[in-house]
């Protein structure tokens, strides 16, 4: 049986779209997503860019939210209040990169969350980690 007909093109001055609906995946291990470093007011980050798939639109950047405490952000959208951190990094499919927090409190416990964003605007429910501050002398 055959699959039938082709569809007809979209005649001159018109498009075809494709609705995606679906978030990239980012899977944990190809991610990498950890603190790579830490002084009494920032925590460094570092995570593979490459490592999200996105097959319908494309990964269109990354964010990374973090709040103070041991409850990570629910979700992948600047928090509220004064030690709320957030970073929007476009640079999908360049390798590792490495992202820093700063205005932290020293000796501090933080919870941070890495989500991909898609070009539709699906977001992935994310990767989490937690870190800490140095304490001051």
């Known amino acids: ?45 570092s995570f593979n860019s490459s490592s999200a798939v996105d ?20 979700r992948c959208a600047a928090p509220a209040g004064r030690a709320a951190v957030f970073s929007d990094v476009r640079a999908p499919g360049a390798g590792v990169v490495q992202v820093r927090a700063s205005g932290l409190e020293p000796g501090s416990k933080y919870r941070f969350r890495l989500c991909a964003t898609d070009a539709a605007g699906n977001v992935a429910p994310g990767l989490v980690v937690s870190a800490a501050t140095v304490a001051s002398k």
Request: glycine fraction near 12%; proline fraction near 12%; hydrophobic fraction near 50%.
């Open 1 to 45: 049986a055959g699959a039938g007909p082709a569809a007809p093109a979209a005649p001159a001055g018109e498009a075809d779209f494709v609705f995606d609906g679906t978030p990239p995946a980012l899977p944990a291990r190809a991610a990498a997503f950890a603190a790579v470093g830490a002084t009494a007011d920032t925590i460094t980050f």
């Open 55 to 74: 097959a319908t639109s494309g990964v269109a950047s990354y964010t990374v939210v973090g709040q103070l405490g041991s409850a990570p952000p629910a």
